[in-house]
């Protein structure tokens, strides 16, 4: 025992633990109010119930598109224009990804499809019109930011009309421009002009103008009511003839020859067949 009836080393430790740990108590609720837990709806076996959390691996893959955007928007503000759009397509392949995975792994959830939206509008919305204006529509004065923003502006209705329609609307075809696809043009001309030397002061004024009438016509065509194919009915489980393989290795030498060509000139062809479809469509609705 100590003098004077004081406390033994082990008992002041253990004092200190205790206090230590209520101190940690005490912390770990404060932290808790600055974040809370999410929770949502779900239906398991005709009963609704309550969830906490979210699932990591397919908002893993959201938010790497999230930030493949966000790069291409400081790549163009930094004149590296061929970075800005490698980054956009990289941000679509993962877009393309991160929904798959979900359904694949049964992970899908209210909560990913509003945060998967939301990165939507930042990869395909902002970052495509910021990418075009920081290279070739600066210039142009009010034409140029109002082209941009008549991008941005469809892009954004695009995907709330999606997400409204979602559980209506035929999953084998789009109604308007997917905005995927629209920001591949974006990017695809940017890359192609870039390549060329057609930047800065290189770059001609009707070729700008041009490109400012392409960016407000590619964000018309995503409200627009052209039946677009979704490509979701493919299944990439099941057999396929042999055939089909060889297409898709063509496919890939093809790119490999001209990367930004030749997905422009694809994105272009599939931006146009709405329009060719609806047109088909009229005119059967006419003849019949």
């Not at 999230?66 to 930094?78: D, E, S, V």
């Not at 209210?110 to 920081?134: C, I, N, Q, R, T």
């Not at 065509?221 to 990439?236: E, L």
Request: aromatic share 12%; proline share 4%.
């Amino acid at each position: 025992m100590n003098e004077q009836g004081g406390k033994s080393p082990e008992q002041t430790s253990e004092g200190l633990n205790t206090a230590q740990q209520s101190a940690t108590n005490n912390v770990a609720p404060r932290i808790d109010l600055l974040v809370d837990e999410h929770e949502e709806e779900v239906s398991e076996n005709g009963h609704t119930v309550r969830q906490r959390g979210i699932y990591l691996l397919p908002n893993l893959f959201t938010t790497a598109a999230l930030f493949a955007g966000f790069y291409a928007i400081i790549a163009a503000m930094r004149g590296d224009f061929e970075n800005a759009a490698v980054a956009i397509f990289f941000a679509m392949l993962l877009d393309g990804l991160d929904g798959r995975i979900a359904r694949l792994t049964n992970t899908s959830s209210k909560f990913g499809a509003e945060y998967d939206s939301l990165a939507d509008m930042v990869s395909f919305g902002v970052a495509p019109a910021l990418v075009m204006f920081s290279w070739g529509l600066g210039g142009l004065g009010k034409f140029g930011w109002s082209a941009a923003f008549v991008y941005v502006a469809c892009a954004a209705l695009r995907l709330a009309r999606f997400n409204t329609q979602i559980e209506s609307a035929d999953k084998n075809y789009f109604t308007g421009l997917a905005s995927p696809a629209a920001a591949a043009i974006i990017a695809s001309t940017v890359w192609v002009c870039n390549d060329l030397g057609w930047v800065g002061s290189a770059l001609p004024q009707e070729l700008a103008i041009f490109v400012g009438l392409l960016t407000a016509t590619v964000g018309f065509f995503m409200i627009a009511n052209f039946p677009y194919y979704s490509f979701k009915g493919i299944d990439f489980r099941g057999r396929v003839p042999f055939v089909v393989m060889i297409a898709v290795v063509l496919v890939f030498g093809l790119i490999t020859l001209d990367p930004p060509s030749v997905l422009l000139a694809g994105f272009v062809i599939y931006a146009l067949s709405g329009p060719v479809m609806q047109l088909a469509s009229w005119r059967k609705k006419r003849l019949g």
